[in-house]
């Protein structure tokens, strides 16, 4: 059967989504968990954009080893050198260099002349070549590009010595017969066609990136570029988990394969959705909380006298099940290590000794800890920075009623050590917490959101907490879960303003793309 490499770009188109800032170690932990679900090739950034960036980049290719890992490159030579030195770790160094080859980006983002275009893309895949066995090229907003253009520059940056050459849908313009016929005239018309890859890069803004990557597939596309849930820039890009289950469950008619291991769709979904606080929708294909949801009575009677009435994808395929009981109350510290590393998390000594004691803390207030509970504690702590002081919430009380005014009081450790012990007042629960934690900071802290749900079923669930705030002109999310939503409220407040304290301590992105 044809092979369909999966180019997973998460961490970079993905993470160029509005209020989307990952830190390195949640880049490291989603990584991991791409490479388990079997993605041939994990996009880990764009490493000049920021030094952030480029450790990132850097430190998952030293770690991945079952996928490719590669970045993102301008078609400039410190572009390329930078790619370099946070790749060159990596088992098969791969860059991703671009250059925008329609006419209103060249004439109004790049002011250069078609020619100019061709001469600097042939000269950065000649340049990235000296370094990188694995070169591929993007002909950004390929799709509105002038046909006999696309072949002339393709032609030239394949003599260059490109190995998969890319052709985006930047702007989620095209219609899947469009997008196909594309794939088949570049195929049939690039001298040196057979040589390389071809890449579909699509974005949804008219909510059709999935079956113009599929399109792409069936007129001759060998790699399909997506995200984890589709989350990117506007509408985002096409989703893998879609893409990946469509290919499977229409076998029939595709006939080919991906190497993607569906089992780990549901967790990665999670994963990505916890990290970067992007909910998915409850209706969503696949992943959504509804996907396999019967409703109606005709359709609840149907699934149990057989699923396939109205069942085309068994729940099991991507990895959801009936959520077993895995620990107690009384499960010991080996129990929980060999739980935690069948799970996929490998911590340190340090980091499991406070999984364990947050573990202990929970099944105390808890009786049934599940598996989605201790994958949220695992990966809180997997992904918690310690080298860097920040605030600490020692305690929290909230006192409201219908007729009182909202009071709430914290105690916080500073980040020089200081014990502070603050209150005030709000309109709720919530916005007193806000205003007692605005006071540890200079200035005002505007939220931009913030969502409560919970993990899991049950009335005793785990209560996550998602903030959004705009302070100092930069967005940054916290996230939290507790047993009681206040309170997770209150560390979620106090994760986006670490968070912010981190990414004031290294340089911000460049705005390049
Ligand atoms: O959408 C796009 O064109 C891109 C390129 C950088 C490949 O993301
Ligand atoms: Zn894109």
């Known amino acids: 059967m044809r092979k369909i490499d999966i180019f997973d770009t998460t961490l970079r188109d993905g993470e160029q989504s509005a209020g989307i800032n990952l830190n390195t170690a949640e880049k490291i932990e989603i990584a991991k968990q791409l490479e388990r679900l079997g993605v041939s090739i994990i996009e880990a950034g764009f490493p000049a954009s920021s030094p952030g960036d480029f450790d990132a980049v850097n430190r998952i290719a030293g770690t991945v080893k ?3 890992v590669t970045g993102l490159a301008r078609c400039v030579q410190k572009d390329i050198d930078t790619t370099w030195e946070a790749l060159k770790v990596a088992e098969q160094p791969h860059i991703h260099v671009f250059l925008a080859t329609s006419p209103i980006h060249m004439e109004y983002k790049l002011k250069k002349t078609p020619d100019q275009v061709l001469e600097q893309a042939v000269e950065a895949v000649k340049y990235a070549k000296k370094f990188f066995g694995l070169v591929q090229w993007s002909a950004e907003d390929a799709f509105r590009s002038d046909r006999e253009f696309l072949v002339r520059i393709i032609e030239k940056v394949i003599a260059a010595g490109a190995t998969t050459i890319n052709v ?10 469009e ?18 890859k071809f890449s579909a890069h699509c974005h949804d803004d008219l909510g059709m990136a999935t079956i113009n990557s599929i399109s792409a597939i069936q007129n001759g596309a060998d790699q399909v570029e997506c ?3 589709g989350i990117g820039e506007r509408a985002g890009n096409a989703a893998l988990e879609e893409i990946g289950v469509a290919l499977h469950i229409r076998n029939d008619i595709y006939q080919v394969e991906t190497g993607l291991n569906l089992k780990e769709i549901k967790r990665t979904s999670q994963l990505v959705s916890r990290l970067t606080g992007v909910v998915i929708q409850p209706n969503k294909a696949v992943v959504g909380k509804n996907a396999f949801a019967h409703e109606s009575g005709i359709h609840q009677d149907g699934v149990l006298k057989n699923p396939e009435t109205y069942e085309i994808i068994s729940p099991a395929l991507i990895g959801e099940g009936e959520v077993p009981l895995v620990l107690g109350k009384h499960s010991g510290r080996a129990a929980f290590r060999d739980r935690a590393f069948k799970m996929g998390y490998d911590l340190s000594d340090e980091k499991l000794n406070k999984a364990f004691q947050e ?11 599940t598996e989605e509970d201790l994958v949220t504690l695992l990966t809180e702590t997997q992904v918690s920075v310690e080298d860097i002081p920040l605030f600490e919430l020692k305690s929290v009380q909230v006192s ?12 916080v450790v500073t980040p020089d050590g200081e014990l502070k ?19 540890l900071v200079d200035g005002p802290v505007s939220i931009q959101d913030y969502r409560v749900k919970s993990v899991g ?23 939290d879960a507790s047993q009681d939503v206040l309170e997770a409220t209150a560390e979620a407040y106090l994760n986006a303003i670490n968070r912010h304290l981190i990414r004031q301590s290294i340089q911000p992105k460049q705005p390049i793309l």
């Open 66 to 68: 079952n996928s490719i």
């Open 168 to 177: 985006p849908d930047t702007v989620g313009y095209a219609s899947p017969q």
């Open 179 to 196: 997008y196909g016929e594309l794939f088949k005239y570049l195929r049939e018309n690039v001298r040196g066609a057979d040589n390389v």
């Open 227 to 229: 995200t984890i849930n």
């Open 359 to 369: 573990f202990k803390k929970l099944a105390d207030r808890k009786k049934e800890i």
């Open 400 to 411: 409201y009623g219908t007729e009182n005014i909202p009071t709430a009081t914290a105690s």
């Open 421 to 439: 012990t603050l209150a005030s007042t709000g309109n709720g629960s919530v916005e007193a917490i806000f205003n007692t934690l605005e006071q």
């Open 457 to 479: 079923k049950g009335r005793d669930a785990l209560g996550e907490a998602v903030v959004n705030i705009l302070y100092n002109g930069l967005t940054t999310t916290g996230r």
